[in-house]
């Protein structure tokens, strides 16, 4: 199993990013896939989760409305798309598949 991210860099407040998961080992359609964050010198926090049986994705409170979670069978990857970023955006994010999985993390930073 294998998670690498990407997409992550520098924003000004207000602007959008979109995160990429792509997952090798196994098949995203099939597994519960999540992202998190952990801001500068806080623990990782949840942020998102799609599941595997489909439904409606869920979102943590202080981005709902905001972020939006998607997969992509054909090519086996996850996305995150951030809209009206905030610097309380700013964090490493990180892929998580199946409960248990981790990516290597991407960094998001929004400043002005």
């Known amino acids: 199993v294998q998670l690498v991210e990407s997409g992550g860099g520098w924003v000004q407040p207000g602007g959008s990013l979109r995160l990429s998961c792509a997952a090798s080992?196994?098949?995203?359609?099939?597994?519960?896939m999540s992202w998190y964050r952990q801001p500068p010198e806080k623990e990782r926090e949840w942020v998102a989760t799609?599941?595997?049986?489909?439904?409606?994705?869920g979102y943590s409170d202080s981005v709902k409305g905001r972020f939006t979670i998607s997969r992509d069978n054909a090519k086996n990857t996850v996305y995150l798309q951030m809209n009206s970023l905030k610097p309380e955006d700013t964090a490493v994010y990180y892929c998580?598949?199946?409960?248990?999985?981790w990516g290597q993390g991407t960094q998001v930073t929004v400043s002005s």
């Open positions: 998580k598949a199946a409960g248990q999985y």
């Open positions: 080992g196994f098949t995203v359609g099939s597994t519960h």
């Open positions: 799609i599941a595997s049986y489909g439904g409606s994705p």
